[in-house]
């Protein structure tokens, strides 16, 4: 059970939504406690981005009480990209977070039988949780959507070719820690890690560390 490093990619219709929906994922994630990798949040300067933190991926069967709150955790955290193109856009197609759906159906599967009344009422209850926090948190997800809008546009480094798939040669960028900085004037305390400092355990979630793995 453990948090891994990973990055929510998706792919929209503009930069706007994309910035807003990024800025979700970093926001919620950091209010359910997940921390930020360094790389922090990039636009593709098109219409897609990318965020860069430390959730529960797909692919660990383990499934004690602290398994499935990650899991919980990092579902209402990919939800949230989805309700801010929403609340900015109500008409925006669901194809626009498909990648974060099939994140969500997975990590679901995990915990429940696939479409059983289980695993509709988790997804319904995430769901509304992460619409909430996306509105409780609204005014930190645009100022940090604003903020890397404004970044100078540069051309992408190999490195972040290697890092995520977007096809388009420039990105904006804001790190983690400008992130933090950011978040702190909302009273969102970030926690900003290496991907080289490896997994993550929750303190609040592995209260016995030393039996986790
Ligand atoms: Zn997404």
Sequence with gaps: MKLCADWIYSRFVDEFSAAHHEAAHAVVGVSLGLPLLDEGLH???VDGGITFN?????????NTPADAEERKRSIVMIKAGYRANLKLFPGTPATVASDDRREEVALLNEMYPP?????VSADTRQKEDAQSLVDK???AIRALAQAVLAKPVVPRSQQSFQRWSSPYP???CINSHEIAAILRQFGLNAIVRKESEGIYLSPDIHTDTGSSS
């Design 43 to 45: 636009l593709d300067t």
């Design 54 to 62: 430390l959730h529960r991926k797909p692919g660990d069967p383990s």
């Design 115 to 119: 479409g059983g009344q289980e695993w």
């Design 137 to 139: 948190h609204w005014e």
């Design 170 to 172: 420039n990105e904006k």
